[in-house]
């Protein structure tokens, strides 16, 4: 009898690790990608074993389909596109192990519809992507390369309600996710990191898109941790550690004399470190359009280069009288040191910038040195602001 329970008992424990091994799972209506062929093992081109478990998860209509990406593997793909819509209103991604994109660009294989990223999930609603993996886009052969012909690692296309968290993003030929056309979507507990020297590698750009909140994650990238372009709305940005990198911009908008507008922006609880810029607000002169409603509040800074900047003249063009209306912009409760001399720099164009609000900002220099500011053709605010500022023009 004590043979027999032990023998059970063996059996018992080593049933997860069993289930593991041939790809077993205790998560309802699963698609688990190993059962689909997914070697796993760093090198084996694994894509089709992706895209044939989202085709049947995508087609199931059963619960919520979750496709699994299980831990402990290395999972070599080309450039996917999970394609919606499906037919189950939610669906789950659970990114438990490794995705890694081709080592080397040359050994890319991309067509005319994936070119410009590599992990592509598009028009997918109710899509939760999560699971404490990691994705690793292999950038950094891609860094000596004109930034254009670079592609970005993750982008999520007209996915409304979406999440995407729990996750790590290392190393992106460009930015690490690109939010293109969304409605509703929560970012939060992600990891974007890749080197400070790396070029364009933004943590989050956002285009075209309203209800973004993006939340409690660290982004440390060598550009804009979060850079929110033109048809951008209601975004939410707390509670993000940023840098090194460019800090959380607006634009650049306007580029070619287009017509842009982003409204309705509360960027709070951030601390930089060590970055380019802190709050940046980048227009071209010669477009047109509007950027307005915008707060950054609550902001902590950690020898951050340009603390506080409005450029509304961002490679000004030759259409002078013509630019991307910048108004009701609020600066509020900022706290820290700048590398740079001047902590403030207001730089508006000839059509100038209104409503612009500057409150409780104490910044000084690394050594405790005051700081200084410089502002033209804007019409400020401002009380117990440190440096202090006086406009000049509008």
């Given at each position: 009898?004590?043979v027999?329970?032990?023998?059970?008992?063996?059996?018992?424990i080593?049933?997860?690790i069993?289930?593991?091994?041939?790809?077993?799972?205790?998560?309802?209506?699963?698609?688990?990608?190993?059962?689909?062929?997914?070697?796993?093992d760093?090198?084996?081109?694994?894509?089709?074993?992706?895209?044939?478990?989202?085709?049947?998860?995508?087609?199931?209509t059963?619960?919520t389909p979750?496709?699994?990406?299980?831990?402990?593997?290395?999972?070599m793909?080309?450039?996917?596109?999970?394609?919606?819509?499906c037919?189950?209103r939610?669906?789950?991604v659970?990114?438990?192990?490794?995705?890694t994109?081709?080592?080397n660009?040359?050994h890319?294989?991309?067509?005319?519809?994936?070119?410009?990223?590599?992990i592509?999930?598009s028009?997918?609603?109710?899509?939760?992507?999560n699971?404490?993996?990691?994705?690793?886009?292999q950038?950094?052969s891609?860094?000596?390369?004109?930034?254009?012909d670079?592609p970005?690692?993750?982008?999520?296309?007209g996915?409304?309600?979406?999440?995407?968290?729990?996750?790590?993003?290392?190393?992106?030929?460009?930015?690490?996710?690109?939010?293109?056309?969304?409605?509703?979507?929560?970012?939060?507990n992600?990891?974007?990191?890749?080197?400070?020297?790396?070029?364009?590698?933004?943590?989050?750009?956002?285009?075209?898109s309203?209800?973004?909140?993006?939340?409690?994650?660290?982004?440390?990238t060598g550009?804009?941790?979060v850079?929110?372009?033109s048809?951008?709305?209601?975004?939410?940005?707390?509670?993000?550690?940023?840098?090194p990198?460019?800090?959380?911009?607006?634009?650049?908008?306007?580029?070619?004399g287009?017509?842009?507008?982003?409204?309705?922006?509360?960027?709070?609880h951030?601390t930089?470190t060590?970055?380019?810029?802190?709050?940046?607000?980048k227009?071209?002169?010669?477009?047109?359009?509007?950027?307005?409603?915008?707060?950054?509040?609550?902001?902590?800074?950690v020898?951050?280069?340009?603390?506080?900047?409005?450029?509304?003249q961002?490679?000004a063009?030759?259409?002078i009288?013509?630019?991307v209306?910048?108004?009701?912009v609020?600066?509020?409760?900022?706290?820290?040191?700048?590398?740079?001399?001047?902590?403030?720099?207001?730089?508006c164009?000839s059509?100038g910038?209104?409503?612009?609000?500057?409150?409780?900002?104490?910044?000084?220099?690394?050594?405790?040195?005051?700081?200084?500011?410089?502002c033209?053709?804007?019409h400020?605010?401002?009380?117990?602001?440190?440096?202090t500022?006086?406009?000049?023009?509008?």
């Amino acid at each position: 009898m004590k043979v027999l329970f032990s023998l059970l008992l063996v059996l018992f424990i080593a049933s997860p690790i069993l289930c593991a091994k041939v790809g077993k799972s205790n998560i309802p209506n699963a698609f688990n990608i190993l059962k689909y062929g997914a070697k796993g093992d760093g090198h084996t081109d694994d894509s089709n074993a992706f895209l044939k478990a989202w085709k049947d998860a995508c087609s199931s209509t059963k619960g919520t389909p979750t496709l699994i990406v299980p831990a402990g593997k290395i999972f070599m793909t080309q450039p996917l596109t999970f394609q919606g819509p499906c037919k189950s209103r939610r669906m789950n991604v659970m990114i438990r192990g490794t995705i890694t994109a081709p080592k080397n660009r040359e050994h890319w294989k991309s067509d005319s519809n994936d070119h410009d990223s590599w992990i592509t999930f598009s028009h997918i609603s109710g899509l939760v992507v999560n699971g404490g993996g990691t994705l690793n886009g292999q950038g950094a052969s891609w860094w000596d390369k004109n930034g254009s012909d670079r592609p970005t690692a993750v982008r999520f296309l007209g996915c409304d309600n979406l999440k995407h968290n729990s996750l790590t993003h290392l190393n992106s030929p460009k930015n690490h996710i690109s939010i293109t056309g969304c409605d509703g979507v929560l970012i939060s507990n992600v990891k974007l990191i890749a080197p400070e020297t790396s070029p364009n590698t933004d943590g989050v750009d956002i285009s075209s898109s309203t209800k973004v909140f993006i939340e409690h994650s660290t982004i440390s990238t060598g550009d804009d941790c979060v850079a929110i372009n033109s048809g951008s709305k209601f975004i939410n940005i707390t509670n993000v550690k940023c840098g090194p990198g460019h800090g959380i911009s607006i634009g650049s908008l306007g580029k070619n004399g287009e017509y842009a507008t982003v409204e309705n922006i509360y960027v709070a609880h951030i601390t930089f470190t060590r970055t380019t810029n802190g709050a940046r607000i980048k227009t071209w002169e010669g477009g047109s359009g509007y950027a307005r409603k915008i707060t950054y509040k609550n902001i902590t800074l950690v020898g951050v280069k340009n603390p506080v900047i409005i450029d509304q003249q961002y490679n000004a063009l030759q259409a002078i009288g013509k630019g991307v209306k910048i108004s009701d912009v609020t600066f509020r409760n900022f706290r820290g040191t700048a590398k740079n001399k001047k902590a403030i720099e207001l730089n508006c164009g000839s059509i100038g910038c209104t409503n612009i609000v500057l409150e409780e900002i104490n910044i000084f220099g690394l050594n405790g040195e005051r700081m200084s500011s410089s502002c033209k053709n804007a019409h400020v605010t401002s009380s117990s602001c440190n440096p202090t500022v006086a406009c000049i023009g509008k």
